[in-house]
């Protein structure tokens, strides 16, 4: 009999803590001895406004796994989006930095209140914030920002002990961050063109990414970390010696005849001098509105003094910008030149699309033609004021020959195409192409009403015919170095997508409304993450405001805004809210 008793204790206890384990794993343990409508009823009871939140009806994500089966409820968690903020426990922790950042700007503007220096010493796209640390300000100042500290403490301690701040994920969600971290089965992906989070096996993504990129030895050579880490150095050092040549003069140096980088420039490149040494990441995203899916690469150079290098040779390739007839900044200025445009009957528009174009550039053959072109604008004195032409050639050089970064514990040198991931990458490939553009505008200009470049991405207006000379004009878009178009196989035609756009003949006329891929998710932020409220607010105003703009006729605006309100209702907003804001948008 006590044999019996202590085996049923024990069943009892396996079973209470499975029990505990699915209460854990999916919020609820359902009674089996009551009704499943019983059990549904007393689930809704005990939900809490905040879970009810988070009761969005578009949660997904896209599914790349070849072999595993996802995981139970991956959708849940990937589908609240990659951007979504996971709320702090308690609000004492999340203002600490904001006081030690307070006290740190007061003391700051209390000793440069009277030494604030001239915009000449400067420049806002050349910023790395100094590690100087400013002695106390007057005890008055001190005293009054103390107390203020002091009381915003108290009252966020009282706030506190009221109510505790609620978490914005389940615990089903919860239980699946802690597996994804705790296990190196899967990784969580962006997806190219911000389609949305994709999930698949980390082998895989590890062999797509050395099969389809790192493998081809013509663009890159695997090194060791000996090698790369004295390379690193040794381009510190080079850095140093560019740095010292191109620094500003004094009136006690020797005069040189070449222009210097001004001061400004150089308190930049002093302070990026002190990045500790470190390596680029490679990572890809999924290009998945391709079929079947291909990897876009991706290295991350964050934080390291070879990128703030970049970042300056980025500065002084923006200044020629003018100097690129091809040159768009974005689809609003496409949509801008259109309109004042009268078509003959002939028009077609067109567009093409360079083949992996940050890899097939290459670097000598670029490094030749952009020195050259620099060079003739000197000769016919169209480079702007101040620009030092022989640092931007030296650092230009070293920069994008010197591409080295790490994938897991591998380490790769570039040998061709444009140095991934750092600053002056896009510029760098625009004005490669845009000197062989100015070839190609010469002899093609009677046929191209108009013709614009957003990096890799042409869109032109033909008015010439579809037959030979189209074919001539499409040999000579590929006949420059080893970089190729898809452009020949799509003769022009009265409707095209270009970029976010679509794009069409009527008559004499363009008219365009908004173009969206098939495989966007739309996840917009709900509800329940824990970002700043006027965060959905300027989402609603800033896309109301490109569909009016993108689209020709109302019916269209009307259709894509409708679109977006549903969306944003699948996404857990209110309707009414929702509706509010953008009524207020359309009406701004």
Not at 4 to 33: C, I, S, T, W
Not at 209 to 216: D, Q
Not at 292 to 304: D, E, G, L, N, T
Request: glycine share 6%.
């Amino acid at each position: 009999m006590k044999r019996r008793r202590r085996f049923m204790n024990h069943a009892d206890q396996v079973v209470g803590e499975f029990g505990e384990l699915l209460k854990r794993q999916y919020g609820f343990l359902a009674d089996p001895a009551l009704p499943l409508w019983k059990n549904v009823e007393r689930r809704l009871g005990e939900m809490s406004l905040d879970e009810w939140s988070l009761q969005i009806s578009n949660m997904s994500c896209h599914n790349l796994l070849q072999s595993s089966a996802l995981p139970p409820g991956t959708k849940k968690l990937l589908g609240l989006g990659l951007n979504y903020c996971i709320r702090a426990p308690s609000i004492l922790s999340t203002t600490a930095n904001t006081h030690n950042r307070m006290i740190e700007d007061v003391r700051r503007i209390y000793h440069l209140k009277d030494n604030i220096q001239g915009d000449d010493d400067y420049i806002k796209q050349l910023y790395i914030k100094s590690d100087y640390v400013f002695d106390p300000a007057s005890e008055e100042i001190e005293e009054a920002v103390s107390n203020f500290t002091n009381a915003i403490k108290k009252e966020q301690l009282r706030r506190s002990h009221r109510k505790k701040p609620t978490r914005n994920l389940t615990r089903r969600q919860w239980e699946l961050v802690k597996f994804f971290k705790d296990h190196d089965r899967y990784i969580i992906i962006f997806a190219d063109k911000n389609l949305g989070p994709c999930i698949l096996e980390r082998r895989y993504y590890i062999l797509r990414g050395c099969t389809e990129h790192l493998a081809n030895e013509t663009n890159y050579r695997q090194v060791s970390k000996e090698w790369a880490t004295a390379r690193i150095n040794g381009l510190r050092r080079v850095f140093e010696r560019w740095l010292g040549k191109y620094r500003p003069r004094t009136r006690f140096d020797e005069p040189v005849d070449y222009i210097c980088i001004s001061s400004a420039e150089e308190t930049f490149l002093i302070r990026a001098k002190k990045r500790p040494d470190g390596f680029s990441k490679f990572r890809m995203t999924g290009k998945v509105h391709k079929d079947p899916f291909m990897m876009r690469p991706i290295v991350a150079c964050c934080y390291s003094f070879m990128n703030d290098w970049s970042k300056w040779l980025d500065f002084w390739f923006q200044q020629l910008k003018h100097l690129i007839p091809s040159y768009v900044k974005d689809s609003q200025q496409v949509l801008d030149e259109l309109k004042a445009l009268i078509l003959p009957p002939n028009a077609r528009v067109f567009t093409g699309d360079a083949n992996a174009m940050y890899n097939n550039i290459d670097t000598e053959h670029a490094i030749t033609v952009i020195t050259q072109w620099l060079r003739d604008l000197d000769s016919d004195g169209l480079l702007p004021y101040g620009f030092p032409l022989d640092a931007v050639l030296d650092a230009m050089k070293i920069i994008m020959r010197n591409n080295i970064f790490e994938f897991g514990d591998c380490y790769f040198l570039q040998l061709i195409g444009t140095a991934m991931g750092t600053s002056a990458a896009v510029m760098w490939a625009t004005i490669y192409f845009a000197v062989h553009e100015k070839h190609i505008l010469a002899n093609h200009s009677g046929n191209l009403l108009y013709y614009k470049r957003f990096i890799d991405d042409i869109f032109g207006i033909w008015i010439g015919n579809t037959t030979n000379e189209w074919s001539s004009f499409c040999d000579d878009i590929n006949n420059f170095g080893v970089l190729t178009w898809d452009i020949g196989d799509n003769k022009p035609s009265l409707s095209v997508d270009f970029l976010d756009l679509t794009i069409m003949i009527r008559g004499s006329k363009i008219e365009t409304k908004t173009f969206q891929k098939k495989m966007n998710l739309y996840l917009y932020i709900p509800p329940s993450s824990a970002h700043p409220t006027g965060c959905i607010k300027g989402t609603v105003f800033g896309l109301i405001r490109r569909y009016h703009a993108q689209n020709t006729h109302r019916k269209d605006f009307i259709a894509i805004v409708r679109l977006f309100y549903l969306r944003l209702l699948n996404r857990g907003w209110e309707r009414t809210y929702i509706r509010k804001l953008i009524l207020e948008a359309c009406n701004h």
